[in-house]
C-alpha cells in the first residue's frame, strides 16, 4: 500500500512564506513525477508545480519567481517552497505522485490535502 501525507499548510499573512511538504511511503519500488496542484473554492484544481526524478522541473506562471519545487529522492520527498504568497493562493493544496509499487503496478497518488490561507 502506497501513500501520501502532506504537511506545512497554515495562515500566513500576504508575502509572508510557508513550506508544504509530501513524503510517499509504502511498497514502493520507483518514483517518477511528484508534483502540487491547489484547488481553491469554487475553482477547478489547477496544476503549481511539478518535478521529475531526474531534475526537471515545470510551474504554473502565476507562481513562477514565487515557488520552488524541490524533491529528495532518498526520502521520497518534495517540497514545495512559497514565497511572497498573496491572497490568491489561498486554497487546499494537494501533493501528487506517479508510483510503481513493489507489484509493478504504477498510477498516480494523491494526498489528502493541505489547506493554505493568505490573509491579514
Known amino acids: 500500500q502506497v501513500q501520501l501525507v502532506e504537511s506545512g499548510g497554515g495562515l500566513v499573512q500576504p508575502g509572508g512564506s510557508l513550506r508544504l511538504s509530501c513524503a510517499a511511503s509504502?511498497?514502493?519500488?520507483?518514483?517518477?513525477?511528484m508534483g502540487w496542484y491547489r484547488q481553491a473554492p469554487g475553482m477547478q484544481r489547477e496544476l503549481v508545480a511539478t518535478?521529475?526524478?531526474?531534475?526537471?522541473?515545470n510551474s504554473a506562471s502565476s507562481v513562477k519567481g514565487r515557488f520552488t519545487i524541490s524533491r529528495d529522492n532518498a526520502k521520497n520527498t518534495v517540497y514545495l517552497q512559497m514565497n511572497s504568497l498573496k491572497p490568491e493562493d489561498t486554497a487546499v493544496y494537494y501533493c501528487?505522485?506517479?508510483?510503481?509499487?513493489?507489484?509493478?503496478?504504477?498510477?498516480?497518488?494523491w494526498g489528502q490535502g493541505t489547506q493554505v490561507t493568505v490573509s491579514s
Open positions: 501528487t505522485a506517479f508510483i510503481m509499487a513493489m507489484d509493478r503496478s504504477a498510477r498516480d497518488y
Open positions: 509504502g511498497s514502493i519500488f520507483g518514483i517518477n513525477t
Open positions: 518535478g521529475t526524478s531526474g531534475g526537471s522541473t
